[in-house]
């Protein structure tokens, strides 16, 4: 009985949004996941030995437009990150709720090929503290900026995309992420 339920109500959603959709005009909802690479830039004393570490995403994106379109998304992002700190090592692993909002253009806008480029704010949450920042100077909330590039073939999506925070995770060690991904996407509406 719950899974009849449940379909019933995914069913409703379903067709609400594509009628909707015929209503709002041109807009898109997908889901995506993909791989990153995350460095944790600093030019603190005593930092050294850094290395960026391979880590994943995965989200949901919506694009309302045309030629010109908004993109927001809600990610989550999960990476590490390696480095020598006064003598010590350290493998922080940090994951966040991420939330780009970019403004973009497609250069190439056919029915079944688009390239596309967008760029905006970019806000993370922070959603753990791994030991090396509890030093109290950890910053749960961060903001940056996204630069993205995409491949829409289809209903299929291909994102390259660089993310730098312009925040410090951490004023002690002055840290900010460096986070370059590249994502699958599939677009549902």
């Not at 390239?115 to 030093?135: A, H, Q």
């Not at 630069?147 to 999506?157: E, L, R, S």
């Amino acid at each position: 009985m719950k899974l009849f339920k449940l379909l019933a109500i995914i069913a409703i959603i379903v067709t609400s949004a594509s009628s909707t959709k015929a209503q709002v005009g041109d807009w898109t909802i997908g889901l995506k996941a993909g791989a990153n690479y995350a460095n944790l830039h600093s030019d603190a004393q005593g930092l050294n030995d850094k290395k960026g570490k391979v880590g994943f995403t995965a989200g949901a994106f919506a694009r309302i437009g045309q030629t010109v379109f908004f993109q927001p998304e809600l990610n989550f992002v999960h990476f590490s990150n390696e480095f020598q700190y006064n003598g010590q090592r350290h493998n922080p692993k940090l994951s966040q709720l991420n939330v780009p909002l970019m403004l973009g253009y497609k250069l190439l806008d056919q029915e079944a090929l688009a390239l596309r480029v967008s760029l905006g704010p970019d806000f993370s949450y922070n959603l753990n503290e791994p030991d090396v920042f509890k030093s109290g100077d950890f910053k749960k909330f961060n903001i940056g900026g996204v630069f993205n590039v995409g491949v829409d073939i289809g209903n299929i999506t291909l994102d390259a995309r660089y993310s730098r925070s312009f925040t410090d995770l951490d004023k002690r060690l002055g840290q900010k992420t460096g986070i370059y991904s590249l994502a699958v996407g599939f677009k549902i509406f």
